[in-house]
């Protein structure tokens, strides 16, 4: 188990990139400016949501390939992509795609389960299938075999006609996915929080993300999440090929407040003072476990999480950006997360 001598190795955050209905642009651009200055600040990932729906970015891989123009080191991942709103091949490609102009550089996230409100969207989703569609794990399954170059057809050569001794690639048909990209399957996270998914995600030789929600399986007493959250840990490398080095980022709402302006650190503990109920308590018949957002100075939190249980066994973070906070707040969280709070627990910024 880590020390608290022992450096954070990776230190990444997330956002959702909400946006003003009458002006999308503006808010997708906040989320650009966001992740370009995460680079700056030598943060090592840089994740985004995936809002269905909702004024939060729909389109994650769209806008991780936006980014990756405007960025040259920083990683770039997705928390997660609902797996019940998608193709898998036609995810696929479009992963492959962005992780080739990114310069491997992405980090897909992904889920299962049906989508939310399934019983309201289905119809527009899937108009001629809704009954038959599988939202199980081997949904990821096949994304995880198309990414990794398994065929997705048993033909492939040349179809049409061709001129003797000539060649044209346009008309070449590939039996797998294209572009591949070799190294994307590696780059796989599954974002889970049940023993369950935990376990097939270490079984299929996945990553493992971690959030600030996750189910309270077992007895009826009182729960505690950061033990709750450890028990995942230890299962997926339990059953992962890598064991103890497989790879488990954490990612919990963690808000610095030693650059705040004295309006910004009331309105930040007034926001982690309204959520704090949910986390007393398992939430709804799923017994959902909210974490405690961390509110403080970078002494106090870091102080917070070398008493997690869960942070004491992951050497990677993308802790969470607040979901409605305004653009100059982001700057502010990110700035002393990166200068304050990431050499706190022993993590150096990436040049």
Do not use: C
């Amino acid at each position: 188990m880590p020390l608290t001598s022992e450096p954070l190795r990776k230190l990444g955050f997330l956002t959702i990139g909400l946006f003003d209905e009458a002006d999308p642009r503006q808010g997708h651009e906040s989320t650009l400016q966001i992740i370009e200055l995460g680079e700056r600040l030598g943060f090592d990932s840089a994740w985004v949501r995936h809002r269905h729906l909702q004024y939060g970015i729909s389109s994650p891989v769209a806008v991780l390939a936006a980014a990756s123009q405007r960025t040259s080191r920083i990683e770039l991942g997705t928390a997660v992509i609902p797996l019940g709103w998608e193709n898998p091949l036609r995810l696929a490609e479009d992963l492959a795609t962005v992780d080739i102009l990114s310069g491997g550089r992405l980090n897909p996230g992904v889920s299962v389960g049906p989508p939310m409100h399934y019983g309201r969207v289905k119809d527009a989703l899937y108009p001629d299938t809704a009954d038959a569609e599988d939202f199980s794990f081997e949904r990821v399954r096949r994304l995880l075999d198309l990414v990794r170059g398994e065929p997705a057809t048993d033909f492939s050569g040349t179809e049409g006609f061709e001129p003797r001794g000539g060649s044209r690639i346009s008309d070449t048909v590939s039996d797998r996915v294209q572009p591949h990209s070799p190294g994307l399957g590696r780059r796989l996270w599954y974002g889970g929080g049940s023993l369950r998914s935990a376990q097939w995600a270490g079984e299929h030789g996945m990553n493992f993300l971690t959030s600030s929600v996750v189910k309270a399986e077992g007895s009826e007493e009182p729960e505690d999440f950061a033990e709750i959250q450890l028990s995942h840990i230890r299962t997926f490398r339990a059953h992962h090929p890598d064991g103890d080095r497989a790879r488990v980022s954490q990612g919990l709402v963690v808000i610095p407040t030693d650059s705040a302006t004295p309006e910004q650190r009331a309105k930040y503990e007034a926001y982690a003072r309204e959520r704090t109920p949910r986390t007393a308590t398992p939430q709804g018949p799923a017994r959902l476990m909210f974490a405690p957002d961390l509110v403080g100075t970078s002494a106090e939190i870091a102080e917070r999480l070398y008493a997690h249980a869960a942070f004491r066994e992951i050497d990677e973070v993308a802790f969470a950006l607040p979901f409605t906070f305004e653009h100059e707040d982001y700057v502010q969280i990110l700035t002393d997360i990166a200068t304050r709070l990431g050499p706190a627990l022993g993590w150096r910024a990436a040049v």
